[in-house]
């Protein structure tokens, strides 16, 4: 099953905008991550989140996390078209040793040139 | 570090055959993953090796189902008597142990069973 629901399911921008995305999540976690996979192909790790962070920034990328609200959103700034794909969130919640990742469903970004 | 692939990277089999696909991970990564993709949603995890003990298996992973990682280096995962339900990407990672290493995915194995 799957536990994060990003918001959301689609996003379509211009070059240059700024994009957020969402995250909710169910139960406690140990860290949250952001993925990335362009169509058809392999996921890439964006940035990892503790759950005694609020807020971390990775470029182009600002990530925050609210443990009250189980929830985490994922800007990208100055979007590029190269930044079209899909974003998904991934909970850890094997008691921290960070081998069980839950994802989400996951958001459709397309940043239009 | 070259990576992580997988073999073959497409799979198409009639229903009832079975199949084998094969994961190399990045050499020094002790910790070994298998996920599953179907169109539209996240990945979902099956199962997981640390160096070549197999520490977790999902429901999922029914008995049709059983993955290798012999000598603790590539990993195999064969489907035995495929159903059309079979259809996805399965994808593998590994990642080095520790709260904090971030999982490194391979390009996935896309297979169709018809």
């Known amino acids: 099953s799957q536990q994060g629901e990003e918001d959301p399911q689609a996003l379509s921008i211009q070059e240059g905008e700024n994009a957020t995305m969402n995250c909710s999540y169910k139960t406690s976690i140990n860290n949250l991550q952001w993925y990335r996979q362009n169509s058809g192909r392999g996921l890439v790790h964006l940035i990892l989140i503790r759950s005694n962070e609020r807020e971390k920034h990775s470029g182009r990328l600002r990530v925050t996390l609210d443990t009250s609200k189980k929830s985490s959103s994922l800007l990208i700034t100055a979007s590029r078209a190269a930044d079209t794909a899909s974003y998904f969130c991934a909970t850890d919640n094997s008691g921290g040793s960070n081998y069980k990742l839950t994802f989400g469903k996951g958001t459709l970004l397309t940043v239009n040139p | 570090d070259t990576g992580v692939s997988q073999d073959p990277r497409h799979k198409i089999t009639k229903r009832g055959q079975n199949v084998t696909f094969r994961c190399d991970p990045i050499?020094?990564?002790?910790?070994l993953y298998w996920y599953r993709q179907t169109l539209g949603q996240g990945p979902e995890f099956l199962t997981y090796f640390q160096n070549e003990a197999q520490l977790e298996k999902s429901r999922l992973l029914s008995d049709r189902f059983s993955a290798e990682r012999p000598k603790g280096s590539f990993s195999t995962l064969e489907i035995q008597r495929t159903e059309q339900g079979d259809s996805a990407m399965y994808l593998c990672?590994?990642?080095?142990?520790?709260?904090?290493?971030?999982?490194?995915f391979g390009p996935g194995t896309r297979l169709t069973v018809t």
């Open positions: 990672a590994s990642s080095r142990q520790g709260a904090s290493h971030e999982q490194y």
């Open positions: 050499s020094e990564h002790n910790r």
